[in-house]
């Protein structure tokens, strides 16, 4: 049976820890021994058997975001050993395992670094300016009511599936964390074309693109240089064709005129 | 005060009582929705549609979150898909089915007019959800996919890959973030509901901490509605996120609202068992693997330590198969669950410690083909091979039944509106469409009827038949709430014992998933009303909370949350011991036919068990909501 | 113009200005390259080709006036994307370890401020002559050969060349990206186009200081 009896072989690990206090702290990185770990451990229920650790020798826990742990709350999120998510392709934290590690490893554990995500406290990070591009124009607005029936619509299976593919962003702001530009444009690019390869999502396409553009920029985060760091350290797996979407699409809505008022952006 | 539950189901034929109701009810001016305020307290599916609708409609909303962004809510993690009566494959569905399939599911102990509409409104919420763009599955021609979920013979499931609780609340979460960028929504994430606030008997206001300052405030409204899920986590171990918590629901019971069959859990037959000690949730396989999944054990208990490959087909116990012929594999949750127990009893499971079953894929990949399986649950695969390291293409994948939904949750009026005044309650916090156990891909419709198509029409009604005083957080009772939290939070920091806030909570779920778990019996549900008040005893004389309050503390908050699981799994043992029948997911084995099937007692038992709190250390009271079955005939359920 | 000042203003505007001039720039740089293998005919030829060039008159001047703007808009752009990306990221990993960012990606920025020191010198050696020891007005191919029998100007070439090569490389597949031409696709078809280019105009200009230092021109 792989996998379900190596509880014998259990790890001993160094971690070596992002702690800050609050927002303005000063911080810094503090080293913890982490013993007899077990390789079936998810990363998370590592770092809670070292905070019970820590608790009941009188000292704060390590504090981090989590918390579905099934990968799709996009909560969790650290950096692990450099990478965004940790060494694992297509997992986040929650659902990394400590068999991707060995026994006497060194772990550095970081929060997200970027502007626009400034450190609450250890590893937490506040994401909110992804609901602020959100708020950009990341919706299609449909006020409940009675619309259409859903079948009068039909919509190629191709289409829905590439809808599909960039829908599942579960927000966690790897991308950002992987890029070296720190830059939102994987996030941003996601919901751009979720909506824009929909027939629903049309009359606000050429809006929604530049309202959203505009308010990544001003969130603070970087530009994209196609450095193709943040499709790899997504969870989801979402590509960087997105981002030509995205692009294509600015371009198309920066060669129409928008009617006053019609756009809500933040110029 | 005491409760008089009266469900005010509006009078007339089952089929026309919706729309009856919506012409009688009051409607409130466009012009005076914005003086109105209103709180909704989580922004799952029903928080969020519900906030997000009633921004559309003109109101003033205030809508709270614990997590750091409202898309963050446990409704995301669902998998499988949502019902709807659309009959768009011609197979002989519509809403009288839907409604029968979902009263006979919930084994008879839920109100047929709540049921029904609800039947009612899920052909608008696939409408509405297509609309915001939500992805769905569709053929080839274009127009929508459907599956097969437990508990039905008809294909009426709208899915989005694995992923259908995640489109559903990112669509109303769009929804949400567009009236806040509107200003009609006004968002405070980080921040959860210590308490509820009556002004005159009215539901006016909460007291929040801001999760990140440790600032206790207060909030006023004119009503205030609780969207916050289910208690699942009493169970220490469960599907739930694990934030997932009791607290808010808990203290609007703490100032009057009933708390309705708290002993209606549900337990998922397709979760990955537990590997160690160690664990901290329980993760899901959807339903919808039972669609192209054989569930098995050996036949004999000396082979369950046997690699599956070395068991012959013969060898093999095709249990839900051989015991229920009609709807096998399909069979409804809390009948899968409790046939899984009954063969790891046996001595027949297998994986660590005895306590799995194989459910396999052989036969539908030689059938369909390995790529159509992939096509269908790939990403549910690789999930399962991250989690144990094993390939469920090639070795069946283990899975044992863990706690998955709460039925029970305050009590609600047919306008969804709790025996507090103004206090209404959606989704999975309240108590009202499942009866004693939920079909699957049927959370995710009642949370959005509720948010979209329900709370919208009953709350106007509501605020348009009361008068409203202005009130603010100088009010006295706002004054001495906040002083409660205040002094609660002291409290629990001051303690500085010996034991972590997670050992007491693990404690607590290991009591009650032996107690109060898959089967109960009066003298286990005793013990666990002995041992549960002596483990919150320890608790507030012996749990260590380090930090501070004016900070960010997760410690505190887990402490808060798990206090109240101490409180509120005793009113469910109470509930498990009073309802001596065995029906949907609460099975008593003193209750069984000879077969093991569930006994139900509809001639003493066919009402709903809603609780009132009668103050510390009194024991609570219990009111009993008679269930009328005027339009289905309440059979013993059978799916053989 | 508020719609232009808005797209200028965006990162994504700055980076399709980029792509443009860089696209108008890898042609200029594919035209040279082709006229310099005129080096490979004879001195005859080279001094024709010059001559022609610079028979055109007033369309030279137009051809300079805008390879210098499209030079001026991609830099200006480049700086103020790089202080917009380092802004980004005010407090640095401890501890970050790239997982696919190519070399060429890595070392846009440093191999762009290397051929812009490059140009200058460059304008300043064969254009002007101000850098080169015995300048010729009329014999270009004269001023190459004498240009490069110095093996540090040989050197500085040819490490010139490698990251225009570089740069080109990276510069070429995030251009077309960044206007967003392609269709999509598993293997994206502009990484072997960039590959080609890269190559071709990197070993069309390497070939010639080369060929000096070893006597092959001479």
């Known amino acids: 049976m792989s996998g379900t009896s190596s509880a014998a072989k259990s790890m001993n690990l160094t971690l070596h820890v992002w702690r800050q206090a609050a927002a303005h702290a000063p911080g810094g990185i503090v080293d913890y021994p982490a013993n007899d770990i077990s390789p079936d451990m998810s990363f998370l229920e590592m770092l809670d058997v070292v905070n019970e650790r820590l608790t009941e020798g009188g000292q704060e826990p390590i504090a981090f975001d989590h918390d579905c742990r099934e990968g799709i709350c996009g909560s969790c999120g650290v950096m692990i050993n450099g990478a965004a998510h940790g060494p694992m392709k297509a997992t986040t934290a929650c659902q990394l395992h400590m068999r991707s590690f060995s026994d006497g490893d060194e772990i550095w554990i970081e929060p997200w670094r970027a502007k626009a995500f400034p450190v609450v406290k250890d590893l937490i990070v506040n994401r909110s300016a992804f609901d602020r591009i959100i708020q950009a124009g990341g919706y299609i607005s449909a006020p409940t009511g009675t619309p259409q029936d859903a079948n009068a619509l039909p919509i190629r299976k191709p289409d829905a599936d590439l809808a599909m593919d960039n829908a599942a962003c579960i927000g966690c702001g790897a991308c950002v964390a992987a890029c070296p530009n720190a830059s939102a444009s994987l996030f941003t690019a996601a919901k751009i074309t979720h909506l824009a390869v929909l027939p629903q999502g049309q009359p606000e396409r050429s809006t929604r693109a530049r309202s959203m553009v505009e308010t990544m920029d001003l969130e603070g985060f970087g530009g994209c240089t196609l450095f193709g760091e943040c499709q790899v350290a997504c969870p989801k797996e979402i590509s960087i064709d997105a981002i030509m979407q995205m692009n294509r699409d600015y371009i198309m809505a920066s060669a129409t005129k928008v009617e006053l008022g019609e756009w809500a952006g933040s110029a | 005060m005491t409760i008089t539950l009266d469900a005010k189901i509006p009078a007339g034929p089952l089929a026309g009582k919706w729309d009856k109701h919506q012409f009688d009810m009051k409607l409130v001016n466009p012009v005076n929705k914005r003086k109105f305020h209103l709180i909704v307290v989580g922004s799952g599916l029903a928080g969020a549609s519900a906030a997000a609708t009633l921004s559309e409609l003109g109101y003033n909303v205030s809508c709270f979150c614990y997590q750091d962004s409202p898309r963050r809510a446990h409704s995301i993690a669902a998998q499988g898909g949502i019902n709807a009566a659309k009959n768009y494959r011609n197979d002989g569905d519509s809403v009288q089915r839907l409604f029968y399939d979902t009263i006979k599911g919930g084994d008879f102990r839920a109100r047929e007019a709540n049921v029904y509409r609800l039947a009612q409104v899920s052909v608008d919420i696939i409408d509405q959800c297509v609309a915001q763009g939500v992805p769905f599955a569709r053929e080839y021609g274009g127009l929508l996919a459907n599956r097969s979920f437990g508990g039905a013979q008809v294909s009426r499931t709208f899915y989005a890959r694995g992923q259908t609780g995640q489109q559903l609340l990112i669509g109303a979460y769009q929804a949400l973030e567009k009236e806040i960028a509107g200003g009609g929504v006004t968002m405070y994430e980080r921040h959860e509901m210590l308490e509820l606030v009556l002004v005159d008997g009215k539901a006016r206001g909460i007291v929040v901490r801001d999760m990140v300052s440790g600032e206790i405030e207060s909030h006023t409204a004119d009503a205030v509605i609780l969207a916050t899920g289910g208690y699942g986590n009493v169970f220490y171990l469960s599907t739930n996120a694990k934030g997932c918590n009791v607290t808010a629901t808990w203290r609007a019971h703490k100032k009057g609202a009933a708390f309705a069959n708290p002993c209606f859990t549900q337990i998922h037959p397709t979760c990955i068992p537990v590997a160690g000690g160690y664990q901290s949730k329980l993760t899901l396989m959807s339903e919808s693997l039972r669609n192209d999944g054989r569930v098995w054990v050996p036949k004999r208990a000396e082979d369950s330590t046997k690699e599956p490959s070395q068991i012959a087909e013969e060898d093999r116990d095709y249990y839900l198969e051989r015991k229920y012929p009609s709807y096998g594999n399909l069979s409804p949750r809390d009948i899968a669950s409790r046939a899984a127990k009954e063969a790891c009893d046996d001595g027949r499971g297998v994986g660590p410690g005895g306590l799995g079953v194989y459910l396999d894929f052989a036969d539908a990949i030689s059938r369909l083909g390995r790529p159509m399986i992939e096509e269908r649950y790939g990403n549910l695969f690789e999930m399962y091979q991250r989690i144990t390291d094993e390939d469920p293409y090639t070795r069946p994948m283990r899975i044992y039944p863990a706690v998955h939904y709460t039925m029970g949750g305050l009590w609600v009026d047919y306008n969804l509106m709790s025996s507090i005044d103004g206090l209404h309650v959606l989704g999975e916090a309240n108590f009202s469409d499942h009866g004693a156990n939920r079909l699957g891909a049927s959370a995710l419709m009642q949370g959005l009827a509720d948010g979209y198509f329900v709370i919208p029409y009953t709350i106007g009604h509501y605020l348009a038949s009361n008068k409203f005083e202005p009130v603010t957080t100088a009010h006295p009772a706002f004054v001495a709430a906040n002083a409660a939290v205040e002094e609660r939070t002291r409290r629990l920091l001051s303690i500085n014992g010996t034991r972590t806030v997670d050992s007491f909570h693990r404690e607590l779920g290991r009591i009650m998933w032996d107690k109060c778990g898959m089967a109960r019996d009066a003298a286990g549900l005793q013990q666990a009303l002995e041992l549960i008040p002596k483990l919150r005893e320890e608790f507030w004389r012996n749990v260590k909370v380090p930090g501070i309050g004016a900070e960010l503390n997760q410690s505190l908050e887990k402490a808060g949350r798990v206090a109240d699981f101490l409180e509120f799994g005793e009113l469910m043992c109470l509930d498990a011991l009073q309802r001596e029948e065995s029906c949907g997911g609460h099975f008593r084995t003193e209750y069984q036919t000879a077969d093991g099937e569930a006994m139900r007692n509809d001639e003493q038992f066919a009402y709903v068990a809603a609780w009132e709190y009668a103050g510390e250390g009194q024991p609570p009271i219990l009111h009993k909501e008679p269930l009328a079955f005027e339009n289905v005939h309440l059979s013993t359920r059978s799916y053989k | ?218």
């Open chain 3, 1 to 218: 113009m508020r719609r232009l000042l808005l797209f200028w203003g965006s990162t994504v505007g700055k980076k399709v200005v980029m792509a443009v001039t860089g696209i108008v720039l890898v042609g200029f740089v594919i035209g040279h390259m082709l006229g310099n293998l005129q080096m490979f005919r004879d001195a005859e030829a080279m001094n024709n080709y010059a001559a022609f060039l610079k028979s055109t008159g007033g369309l030279l001047w137009v051809a300079r006036a805008g390879l210098l703007t499209a030079a001026v808009l991609h830099i200006i752009a480049a700086v103020q994307l790089t202080l917009i990306n380092r802004a980004a990221r005010p407090t640095a990993y401890v501890r970050r370890d790239p997982q696919v960012a190519t070399f060429a990606s890595r070392t846009l920025r440093w191999g762009g401020v290397i051929l812009a020191v490059f140009i200058v010198y460059h304008l300043g050696h064969f254009t002007t002559g101000t850098f080169h020891p015995a300048f010729s007005h009329r014999d270009v191919y004269g001023n190459v050969i004498i240009g490069f029998r110095s093996v540090w100007v040989a050197l500085f070439y040819v490490i010139a060349m490698a990251s225009l090569g570089l740069h080109l490389f990276h510069g070429v597949w995030a251009g077309v990206r960044t206007l967003g031409l392609q269709q999509r696709s598993e293997v994206p078809i502009q990484r072997t186009v960039a590959l080609w280019v890269a190559i071709v105009v990197w070993a069309g200009f390497t070939m010639i200081p080369v060929a000096v230092l070893l006597g092959v021109l001479n």
